[in-house]
């Protein structure tokens, strides 16, 4: 079936530095990828999302790159804060659809 | 405005018993999702209902029963626990034409079946 893999699993920085999170997709017709931020005890929030025909999009301190080529999307989150530690999920799914494929997620820890 | 809201937060269960989870949104939203959450493997969709008095199957429906009560209201019945069904239940909705672009989550529903 379709699925998505999400690397790394978990990923630790200094307070400051930046995070990349990474993704590959498996259906080619996935037009839509969002990604989302789950805080302890929480369900997910959507954070950013982007679409096919764009490459890349950007809001304040995270952004998103996508590879349709290769199936890549990333998420990039600069000047990291104790407060950006928590779980990142990314997906990938189709305008319309309704059956969104969930990444295993990435556990951020940001040290102060 | 409350956004989408669960009940219970905690359950647990003994094997065989059976339960309903609710779940209520008052974005006015058309569609509405129940997911699961396993260490591991992500968010996996067991139900979803596109718009009012219709319901599909997701990637994960077995055990699983759900009611699109109306437009406000999905839930999720479990007819006779088994401990594989021990999760973090999420239920989400998204605005109308959207499909599951933009979803909204519940807080979770953690459930333990012993």
């Known amino acids: 079936g379709e699925n998505v893999e999400q690397h790394p699993s978990t990923l630790s920085v200094q307070e400051g530095d930046s995070a990349v999170i990474k993704c590959t997709y498996s259906d080619s017709a996935s037009n839509y990828f969002p990604w989302y931020k789950q805080e302890l005890g929480k369900g997910p929030q959507l954070i950013i999302d982007i679409r096919s025909n764009v490459g890349e999009k950007k809001d304040q301190r995270i952004a998103v790159t996508l590879n349709k080529t290769a199936k890549h999307f990333s998420l990039h989150i600069t000047e990291t804060q104790p407060e950006d530690s928590a779980v990142y999920f990314c997906?990938?799914?189709?305008?319309?659809?309704?059956?969104?494929?969930f990444g295993a997620g990435t556990r951020l820890f940001v040290k102060a | 405005n409350a956004g989408v809201t669960q009940t219970p937060k905690f359950q647990v269960l003994k094997t065989g018993q059976s339960m309903t989870l609710q779940c209520a949104q008052d974005?006015?939203?058309?569609?509405m999702y129940w997911y699961r959450q396993d260490p591991g493997m992500g968010l996996r969709l067991i139900y979803y209902?596109?718009?009012?008095?219709?319901?599909d199957k997701g990637e994960v429906p077995n055990g699983y029963n759900v009611s699109r009560l109306n437009k406000r209201e999905f839930s999720l019945r479990l007819e006779s626990a088994a401990p594989s069904q021990t999760s973090v239940y999420f239920c989400?909705?998204?605005?109308?034409?959207?499909?599951?672009?933009?979803?909204?989550f519940g807080s979770g529903t953690q459930l333990s079946v012993l």
């Open positions: 989400a909705s998204s605005e109308a034409g959207q499909g599951d672009e933009k979803l909204f």
């Open positions: 997906a990938a799914g189709r305008t319309g659809g309704f059956k969104t494929i």
């Open positions: 974005m006015n939203h058309n569609s």
């Open positions: 209902s596109a718009s009012e008095g219709t319901t």
